[in-house]
C-alpha cells in the first residue's frame, strides 16, 4: 500500500468516525436504508452466488488458502518471515474484531427489525423482512469478521507482492457486499471490518523488521523458487 493509499484509508476512518460521532442518528439511519437497498432485492441466482463469495472470506477458508499462495509465492529465503508477519496480522485482525464485537454488541439485522430498535413502520408499510441466506445470526454485528479477514488479506498481498495485486482488494469488497446481500452485517458492520482488517494488516508489516526483505520492489526482482 503506497503512501497515497495510506493517506486515503486514513481519511476515510477519520470522515466515519467523525461522522459517527457527530451525527450517530444519521449514520445509522443511512446504514439501515443501504441495508435495505442491498438486501431487499434478493434473487435464487444471487443466493447461491453470495453464499459461495461469503463463504470464500471466511477464516477458515480464506487464511489456509493464504498460506498455501504464501509459501508458493515468496521467495525461499523470506517464506518464513512472510508466514509469521500473515499470522501475526491475521490473529491481531481477529483478536481485535472480538474486542470490538463484544465491546459494542450490536444486534445483526434479524435481531434489530424484530426488535423496539427498529423504527416503527407508517401505517401503510410492512415491517421489513430480511432476506437471510444461511445461518440466522442475531448479535455481535460491529465489525465483520469475514470482511476484517478479506481485506486484512488483500492489504498483505499489495504490501508482499506489489500494485499489482490491487485486484484483491475487489474481491475483499464483494465478500462485504455478500454479508449484506445474506442478511448477516450492516454495511457498517462490513465497513468498520475493511478498515480495521487493512490497518491492521498494515501495522503487523510496518512493525515488523522481518518484513523488509520481502517489500514489493525486493520480492518482484526475485525468483519465487529463488
Not at 77 to 86: F, G, H, M
Amino acid at each position: 500500500m503506497g503512501k497515497s493509499g495510506r493517506l486515503v484509508l486514513a481519511a476515510a476512518l477519520a470522515a466515519a468516525a467523525i461522522l459517527l460521532l457527530a451525527a450517530p442518528r444519521t449514520v445509522l439511519t443511512v446504514d439501515v436504508s443501504l441495508f435495505k437497498a442491498i438486501n431487499g432485492h434478493p434473487a435464487s441466482a444471487l443466493d447461491a452466488v453470495f453464499w459461495i463469495v461469503s463463504a470464500a472470506g471466511s477464516g477458515i477458508v480464506l487464511i489456509p488458502l493464504f498460506a498455501v499462495f504464501l509459501i508458493f509465492r515468496s521467495p525461499r529465503k523470506q517464506r518464513l518471515a512472510a508466514v509469521l508477519i500473515a499470522a501475526v496480522a491475521f490473529s491481531l485482525n481477529a483478536a481485535a474484531t472480538a474486542v470490538f464485537k463484544q465491546a459494542v454488541g450490536r444486534n445483526r439485522p434479524v435481531l434489530y427489525f424484530a426488535s423496539s430498535g427498529a423504527p416503527a413502520p407508517a401505517a401503510n408499510t410492512p415491517a421489513f423482512a430480511v432476506h437471510v441466506v444461511g445461518v440466522r445470526l442475531r448479535d455481535h454485528a460491529f465489525p465483520s469478521g469475514h470482511t476484517n479477514t478479506a481485506f486484512g488479506a488483500a492489504t498483505l498481498l499489495v504490501l508482499f507482492f506489489g500494485r499489482k495485486y490491487r485486484p484483491a482488494y475487489l474481491f475483499a469488497a464483494a465478500i462485504a457486499y455478500s454479508r449484506v446481500y445474506l442478511g448477516a452485517h450492516f454495511p457498517l458492520d462490513t465497513l468498520a471490518g475493511a478498515g480495521l482488517g487493512s490497518a491492521v494488516a498494515w501495522a503487523a508489516w510496518r512493525g515488523s523488521a522481518l518484513l523488509r526483505p520481502i517489500s514489493p520492489s525486493s520480492s518482484s526482482s526475485s525468483s519465487p523458487n529463488a
